[in-house]
Nanobody, 126 residues
Framework: QPQLAVSGGGSVQAGGSLTLSCVIS????????MGWFRQAPGKWREGVAT???????NFEPSMLGRATIYQDTAKNTLYLQMNTLKPEDTAMYYC????????????????????WGQGTQVTVSS
C-alpha cells in the first residue's frame, strides 16, 4: 500500500500563494490517478486537481488558472501550486492516489481514491 506524506500548508493573505507537497512511497502500479482534495468544515471533500500517469490533468473549475499540479518523478513527489488564493480556498488539503483502469481524465470522487495522505491546513485571510 503506497504511503503519502503531505506538507506545505499554512496561513496566507488573500492573493497569496502556497505550494503543497506530497511524497509518495511504495507506488508500484500503473496506470494511476493522483491528486489533491480539500475539505472545509461542514462541507464534502472535493477534488481540487488530479493528474494521471500519462500527465493528463483535471481541475476543479474554481481553481482553473490559479493552480498547477505536477509531479517530480525523481523525488516521488506530487505538488500543488496555488496562486491568487481566496478565503474560500480555506480548507484541509489532502493528497490521494488510486490505481486506475483507463486513460483520460481522473475523476474527483473522493470515495474512489484508496490511498490518502494526512491533511494539511490552508487558511486564507481576507
Amino acid at each position: 500500500q503506497p504511503q503519502l506524506a503531505v506538507s506545505g500548508g499554512g496561513s496566507v493573505q488573500a492573493g497569496g500563494s502556497l505550494t503543497l507537497s506530497c511524497v509518495i512511497s511504495g507506488l508500484t502500479y500503473r496506470p494511476y490517478c493522483m491528486g489533491w482534495f480539500r475539505q472545509a468544515p461542514g462541507k464534502w471533500r472535493e477534488g481540487v486537481a488530479t493528474v494521471n500517469s500519462d500527465g493528463i490533468t483535471n481541475f476543479e473549475p474554481s481553481m482553473l488558472g490559479r493552480a498547477t499540479i505536477y509531479q517530480d518523478t525523481a523525488k516521488n513527489t506530487l505538488y500543488l501550486q496555488m496562486n491568487t488564493l481566496k478565503p474560500e480556498d480555506t480548507a484541509m488539503y489532502y493528497c490521494a492516489l488510486v490505481r486506475s483502469t483507463s486513460g483520460g481524465y481522473c475523476n474527483h470522487v473522493a470515495g474512489l481514491f484508496t490511498s490518502w495522505g494526512q491533511g494539511t491546513q490552508v487558511t486564507v485571510s481576507s
